[in-house]
Structure formats: structure tokens, C-alpha cells
């Protein structure tokens, strides 16, 4: 455990552990035995409760809870309000604290402001899910996903900019006009071929 930064109004519980050069904002509650990396910012009113993983360099923004059950990578962006879930089924009368099915967040992956990420799935590496997204299963690498159900409705690149690929069916290819990197299209998914 590093040194790191935690608002007076926050509560870090004994047995979590922060990562140095954290910031941890107003109203947050960091539960024991959670794990957050380096240099991480937790906006207002995040909560992150026992078991999860934050990997170094993630962003969350304001009232988002991260359930047991979570992991988040490296380089994470969680937008403000975004809703992660741990059980399929729950009642309020039925414990089913023994079953919360796993949720992944791969590196780089970004999730919108008010986006939900119903448990059990891995969102792929730099993927994207818009803003009001729900997310019923797992989403391929660099995908951007949108609407409810999300649906993939294109590719980004890990900058951040969205895809254009052109070329014949399973064989399109695109260059990021933003940064120069380089992506095909094949079966389905999207392969980085070469960063600038």
C-alpha cells in the first residue's frame, strides 16, 4: 500500500488496499479486502466493495458501486452512474451471496455514463459500450456496443475513435485517422495489425 489521496468524507476500511498515487473523492467507501492499483481515481460516491480487483490507471466516475464479483484492468474508464450487477436473480427474502457470477473488464475497455453490465460477462480489450447500453453477454475486443440490448455497431480504436473499415467481407481493414494504428477484420473480430 502506497501513498495515496482519500477525501475526509471518504471511508477506507482496514483491510483494503490502495495503490499509490489513488485518488479517492467525496462519499466513497473502499470495504475491506478490495484492491485498488496505482494511480486510480474514484469520483463521488463510488463504492468498491469487498473482492473486487481495480487494476493501476482506472477511472471511475461519479455513483457507480462495484460488487463483488468485478474485476477491473488496467486502464478501465467506468463513466458516471454506470450499474454493474453480481446475481442473475436476486430476492431481497433469498441470500444468494455464494453465487455472483464473475464480471471481467479487460484493459482499456470504456463503459458509458448510465450503462449496465449484467454479471457474467468479459468485456474485451478496449471495447466500448455507449452511454444507456445494457450488456447481456460478453463483447469481442475494440467493439463498440450500443442500445438495449447492446448490439455491436461497429469497432473502436484503443485511442478512442471509432472505425472505418473498408474492403470486401472478411477481409476489411481500417486505419485510425486519429492515431495511424492499424486494424483488420477477421471472423467476426478485430486484430490490431500495426501501431504507429
Not at 2 to 10: D, I, Q, R
Not at 34 to 61: E, F
Not at 65 to 75: A, K, M, P
Not at 116 to 129: K, L, N, P, W
Amino acid at each position: 500500500m502506497g501513498t495515496y489521496f482519500a477525501h475526509a468524507s471518504a471511508y477506507i476500511d482496514d483491510g483494503a488496499s490502495v495503490g499509490a498515487g489513488t485518488s479517492i473523492w467525496h462519499f466513497c467507501h473502499v470495504m475491506p479486502g478490495a484492491v485498488i492499483g496505482q494511480d486510480c481515481t474514484l469520483g463521488q460516491n463510488v463504492v468498491v466493495m469487498s473482492g473486487v480487483r481495480i487494476g493501476n490507471h482506472v477511472k471511475i466516475q461519479n455513483n457507480v458501486s462495484v460488487y463483488e464479483g468485478v474485476t477491473l484492468e488496467d486502464d478501465v474508464f467506468c463513466g458516471p452512474s454506470c450499474v454493474f450487477t453480481n446475481v442473475l436473480n436476486p430476492r431481497s427474502e433469498i441470500s444468494r451471496k455464494g453465487q455472483y457470477e464473475p464480471t471481467i473488464v479487460r484493459r482499456g475497455a470504456t463503459i458509458g455514463a448510465n450503462a449496465t453490465v449484467i454479471c457474467g460477462a468479459t468485456i474485451g480489450e478496449y471495447a466500448f459500450i455507449g452511454a444507456g447500453a445494457v450488456v447481456r453477454g460478453d463483447v469481442a475486443p475494440f467493439a463498440l456496443m450500443l442500445g438495449v440490448p447492446a448490439r455491436r455497431a461497429g469497432w473502436m480504436c484503443r485511442c478512442g475513435t471509432r472505425l472505418v473499415l473498408s474492403g470486401p467481407g472478411g477481409d476489411r481493414v481500417a486505419r485510425c485517422h486519429a492515431c495511424g494504428a492499424e486494424y483488420r477484420e477477421s471472423a467476426d473480430r478485430l486484430v490490431e495489425a500495426k501501431r504507429k
